[in-house]
């Protein structure tokens, strides 16, 4: 049975944040002085039922208003990760997704979450002793363009920390240095084989420079699945649009899908996912190549109705009379 949530009485934003609190249990008895409760076997267990009930949720698209989907990359990830997967979270954040993605791959895969706030680390953390993810790996860094250094800036509440100066200025936030990886660079050094199957970005508009540190991994004949968090307003804070990403990405043979319950809409534009030109608004997309991912886009016809889009960027001149329908998320 979906469940509808409406605009009046139980809203949508109650609903979420009841399932994102559950979750992070174990960090709230810790930073209240109760590590043997945050930290005992049976948690273990809880983390596997709230693991098994995200990814159900989310699958199957149970937390929804009318056809907007709560967090489209968590609905992606519990349709196209399987056993033995290698699932990379770039901007992790307090760990909901790396938790589903750890569900859904199992003992045989891997999750790799990258998250360079420490306050989120520690969570992020917390949450992984207290389930006894073993699979998952933690790295308390930034991913970019390049190996080195960068600021971080976090706002006061401690939420999307961005190495934008430009957007930490409107939000007051603090700086600190922080550590720079590339996705290239942190597979040859750790001699991992293959490429993950999956790649999940939201850096707060950084997606350009985390893809661009990824060429290698990208141009390979098991070149990943990517979600990416779209908003020009972020980007903007960088310089970049999200054009700039499609655009990267098309090369490769990369095609891009929106999600609007029970419709995956083929998108080739900024202006297609963003119909409404709403500065605030954001989506994550999903980003294929046909060729190396026919199974996984089968997973999805099973469950949406999938629009096909064979029109490249470069030719995306000649679908200006076309009409999409975007995601309002």
């Known amino acids: 049975m979906t469940l509808v949530v409406e605009r009046d009485g139980l ?3 109650r609903v979420l944040r009841s399932f994102r609190d559950l979750p992070f249990l174990p960090c709230s008895l810790a930073e209240r002085g109760y590590p043997g409760l945050a930290f005992q076997p049976g948690m273990i267990l809880w983390g596997k039922a709230i693991g098994a009930a ?3 949720a989310t699958a199957k698209c149970l937390l929804r208003r009318r056809q907007d989907v709560f967090m489209p990359a968590a609905t992606f990830a519990s349709l196209l990760l399987r056993p033995g ?3 990379v979270d770039v901007g992790a954040h307090d760990g909901l997704i790396s938790l589903l993605a750890a569900h859904a791959v199992g003992n045989s895969g891997c999750v790799y979450s990258f998250e360079p706030n420490p306050d989120a680390f520690a969570r992020l953390q917390c949450i992984c002793r207290a389930y006894g993810l073993a699979q998952v790996h933690c790295e308390n860094c930034a991913v970019g363009a390049a190996e080195g250094t960068a600021v971080l800036y976090v706002p006061a509440d401690a939420t999307g920390a961005t190495l934008s100066e430009q957007a930490s200025l409107a939000a007051g936030a603090t700086h600190q240095p922080c550590r720079v990886c590339t996705l290239d660079v942190f597979w040859q050094e750790r001699s991992i084989v293959g490429s993950p199957t999956l790649l999940k970005i939201d850096v707060e508009g950084a997606e350009l420079d985390v893809l661009t540190g990824a060429k290698t991994l990208l141009a390979s004949e098991t070149a990943p699945m990517v979600i990416f968090e779209a ?4 980007a903007s804070t960088f310089g970049r649009t999200v054009d700039q990403v499609l655009n990267f990405l098309a090369p490769f043979g990369y095609r891009f899908w929106t999600l609007r319950h029970p419709h995956l809409i083929p998108v080739a534009r900024s202006t297609e996912i963003n119909l409404s030109q709403n500065p605030d608004f954001w ?3 999903l980003a294929l190549n046909p ?3 026919a199974s996984r886009l089968d997973v999805l016809r099973s469950r949406f109705s999938v629009g096909e889009s064979p029109i ?3 030719d995306s001149h000649v679908a200006e009379g076309r009409t999409f329908v ?4």
């Open 11 to 13: 809203t949508l934003r």
């Open 54 to 56: 995200l990814g159900a």
């Open 85 to 87: 997967d290698v699932f």
């Open 231 to 234: 908003s020009d307003a972020n």
């Open 283 to 285: 989506t994550d997309v």
């Open 291 to 293: 060729k190396l991912h």
């Open 312 to 314: 490249s960027i470069q």
């Open 326 to 329: 975007g995601s309002n998320i």
